[in-house]
């Protein structure tokens, strides 16, 4: 399978900011064009969301998926994988933060999809390419203001 495809970005603000807004997995919605609804299907004994179904729109890709959530190596990292989806066979992924060099927050999005359709490999890279940038630049845009 295929290696993921990632990109980050530097948020003005602190860490504590910008992974509340990360791990608010119901608000996506509220900055996030391409993730028309979430539903919380089980938490853990924390009360975080540990499986969600998730109505995607990324333009040629929609979908309903239901995802696993990893804390595991939270809170610098937020991993998640494809439990089960109307077309994809694969979605994985993470949301890595750090504090950068000026006393912001560097987001480093990884995610790879697998779908149910023959799609050329260079095609499915474009269309990750282009989700992780557009969720990068909405949730900075959220945090920012």
Do not use: C, H
């Not at 540990?50 to 729109?57: L, R, S």
């Not at 089960?84 to 927050?105: I, Q």
């Not at 390419?129 to 900075?140: E, G, N, S, V, Y």
């Amino acid at each position: 399978m295929s290696e993921y495809s990632e990109n980050s970005i530097s948020i003005d603000a602190d860490l504590a900011s910008v992974r509340e807004v990360l791990f608010d997995l119901v608000g996506y919605p509220s900055w996030s064009t391409e993730i028309k609804s979430v539903k919380v299907i089980e938490k853990d004994d924390q009360g975080r969301a540990t499986k969600v179904k998730i109505a995607v729109d990324a333009g040629v890709l929609r979908d309903s998926v239901i995802l696993d959530y990893d804390y595991s190596l939270a809170p610098g990292k937020l991993s998640f994988s494809l439990d089960d989806a109307d077309l994809l066979t694969e979605m994985s992924g993470a949301y890595l933060t750090a504090e950068d060099e000026d006393g912001g927050t560097k987001v480093t999005y990884q995610m790879k999809v697998g779908l149910s359709m023959p799609v050329p490999a260079m095609m499915r890279q474009k269309v990750e390419r282009a989700t992780i940038d557009l969720a990068l630049k909405q949730l900075k845009n959220k945090i920012e203001g």
